[in-house]
């Protein structure tokens, strides 16, 4: 069974940082692409970035270049986000998805765009001014 479970959220103060993780299982590590999401109250919910075992690069939206770095670990099939100078802005639930299976053979999206089938149950991220 495939499980995410993200850690690492909290309350900051503008310019803090935190770095959240998201712990996969149930699926290869050799072979798949995460996604980082987030939602704010009333509003949609949006792309972070993602990395896949493609290429292993990670992509990210405008909004974050700069601040925040997405990263894995093999060996503990892990994928962190780690964000600095965070922003009021930046406050809202952070998930983690994942698009499991056939990754490596197709092309790398630097949009993001996978089949996210998976996902976790978010952790809260709060920034204030």
């Known amino acids: 069974e495939v499980e995410l479970v993200e850690s690492g959220g909290g309350l900051v103060q503008t310019g803090g940082s935190l770095r959240l993780s998201c712990e996969a299982s149930?699926?290869?590590?050799?072979?798949?692409?995460i996604g980082w999401f987030r939602q704010a109250p009333g509003k949609e919910r949006e792309g972070v970035g993602c990395?896949?075992?493609?290429?292993?690069?990670?992509y990210y939206v405008d909004s974050v270049k700069g601040r925040f770095i997405i990263s894995s670990n093999y060996a503990e099939k892990t994928v962190y986000l780690q964000m600095d100078g965070l922003k009021p802005g930046d406050t809202a639930r952070y998930y983690c998805?994942?698009?499991?299976?056939?990754?490596?053979?197709?092309?790398?999206?630097?949009?993001?765009?996978?089949?996210?089938?998976?996902w976790g149950q978010g952790t809260q991220v709060t920034v204030s001014s």
């Open positions: 149930g699926f290869s590590f050799d072979d798949y692409a």
């Open positions: 998805a994942a698009d499991v299976g056939g990754i490596n053979d197709d092309y790398v999206d630097s949009s993001c765009e996978y089949e996210y089938d998976y």
């Open positions: 990395i896949s075992s493609n290429d292993n690069t990670p």
